[in-house]
């Protein structure tokens, strides 16, 4: 089954830098790539996704890459704001109707200002 | 768009008694809802994949006769604890994907999640 690595688990950064977040997946048959974002007690939000036919995608500060040769997958933030620290999770999951995503071990952003 | 609620979002419950926890999509329909059970400081885990129409699918460990889950329509699925105990206490979060006649759409939406306090 698939296998999701997420990397590094804290990240501490100043308000204004990056942020990069990495995942691996282990099931070349994964073929969709979301990222959550969850504040403390409170359910994952949808951030951004990317499917296996597209290498990257933007949304404002926000955007991911995925290498399928390597099979890894990134979160990069630029701009970070205070706002922006929660616990972010990456995902895959495989092309079958009906089937569940494997999240990783998620990564604590804290933006300082 | 892409809504999905729980009810309640917060319960305390006596141990030996049953909880019942509602998952809806209240913008679009979903065929499939999954349950997943999350301790502090830790990811998700997912415990179930709720089928409508259907029987639920439990992950290896999950004892369905403990957590039992109803998808009864669409847009609603149900996960009740049952002789509910302190370890059973956590964070429940489900999540829906929406469907279409014709395709099936990758994105899942989570609910806000059911923090359940067994005492």
């Known amino acids: 089954g698939e296998n999701v690595e997420q990397h590094p688990s804290t990240l501490s950064v100043q308000e204004g830098d990056s942020a990069v977040i990495k995942c691996t997946y282990s099931?070349?048959?994964?073929?969709?790539f979301p990222w959550y974002k969850q504040e403390l007690g409170k359910g994952p939000q949808l951030i951004i996704d990317i499917r296996s036919n597209v290498g990257e995608k933007k949304d404002q500060r926000i955007a991911v890459t995925l290498n399928k040769t390597a099979k890894h997958f990134s979160l990069h933030i630029t701009e970070t704001q205070p706002e922006d620290s929660a616990v972010y999770f990456c995902a895959a999951l495989s092309n079958q109707a009906g089937t569940a995503l494997i999240f990783g071990k998620g990564t604590t952003l804290s933006v300082s200002s | 768009g892409a809504v999905v609620s729980q009810h309640p979002s917060r319960v305390i419950c006596k141990s030996g008694t049953s909880v019942k926890i509602e998952c809806r999509s209240l913008d679009f329909q979903a065929t499939t809802m999954f349950w997943y059970r999350q301790f502090p400081k830790q990811s998700l885990m997912l415990m179930a994949t709720?089928?409508?129409?259907?029987?639920?699918?439990?992950e290896q460990g999950v004892e369905k006769d403990k957590f039992l889950i109803n998808h009864a329509s669409l847009t609603l699925s149900t996960l009740t604890v049952t002789s509910a105990h302190p370890e059973d206490s956590s964070f429940y979060i489900c999540s829906a994907s929406p469907t279409t006649a014709d395709r099936f759409h990758y994105e899942q939406y989570f609910g806000p999640g059911t923090r359940l306090t067994v005492t």
């Open positions: 709720s089928n409508e129409g259907s029987k639920a699918t439990y």
């Open positions: 099931d070349s048959a994964s073929n969709y």
